[in-house]
């Protein structure tokens, strides 16, 4: 959008610029979940823990660090029997354990290592990139370099020259992720990071059986300059 003013000697044009980065995501995290039921809550709770460590043990051994492997949740509840409240069938436990793999490509392998170890579902995989500041600077730098060449090109086609610029400001940015991994309905939305699936520009990890897809980070901005003869 533009906007030119003529109030007096106050000669201005308003435009506003936008851009977009497309990269690879290199970073993933990963979580699992070990859910078990017994009559006691001590049964229960030994039976997952047993399970836990064997889950453990798998993902590191598909070399994933301990400084990257966090216990998320821990519960132990009872359940109750045909919804009687005073009627307890027994007791179920549930282990929930995020993984940060630094390697995209080791995504695969883990999930199926830790889920042949006892892991009884998987509950959320996002993607993500770790120079996002550095990409966050470059779309901006874009963006302010789409809304000087609009100001440049409507001047010039209004027979003026664009001056010094007097106002400047960041709209929005954001950063998304395009691809696919698990419902096509997902949508995450944290401090202005949106994960939305689809399967545009997806990257086929090397055994086909993964496409990834890629982190998106954009910028807006709107400055405005003066107009000079």
């Keep these: 959008t533009a906007q030119a003013a003529d109030a007096g ?5 308003s435009v506003s610029g936008s851009s977009a980065i497309r990269v690879q995501p290199d970073r993933v995290v990963v979580v699992v979940g070990i859910e078990t039921f017994a009559r006691t809550p001590s049964a229960s709770r030994d039976d997952n ?3 836990s460590k064997a889950v453990l043990a798998a993902i590191r051994a598909q ?14 509840h ?15 436990a549930q282990n929930t354990i995020a993984v940060t793999l630094r390697d995209v490509a080791k995504l695969e392998p883990v999930l199926i290592a830790a889920l042949e170890a006892g892991a009884t579902s998987v509950d959320g995989v996002e993607f993500s990139v770790t120079n996002l500041r550095e990409l966050r600077d470059e779309a901006r730098a874009l963006a302010v370099q789409a809304a000087l060449e609009k100001a440049g090109a409507m001047a010039q086609a209004a027979g003026v020259r664009v001056g010094s610029v007097t106002r400047i400001h960041e709209d929005s940015w954001y950063s998304g992720y395009y691809g696919w991994y698990g419902r096509r309905d997902q949508w995450t939305n944290v401090q202005n990071v949106v994960q ?18 890629q982190i998106v ?5 709107s400055l405005t300059a003066e107009i000079v003869s």
Excluded: H, W
């Design 78 to 92: 009872p359940r109750y029997k045909d919804y009687d409240r005073d009627v307890i069938s027994g007791y179920g």
């Design 49 to 51: 823990a047993r399970r």
């Design 63 to 76: 070399g994933v660090k301990d400084k990257d492997i966090a216990t998320a949740s821990l519960s132990l």
């Design 217 to 221: 980070v954009r910028a807006q901005v």
């Design 196 to 213: 939305d699936l689809s399967n545009e520009g997806a990257i086929t990890l090397e055994d086909g059986s993964i496409s990834l897809g």
């Design 9 to 13: 000697t106050d000669r201005s044009i």
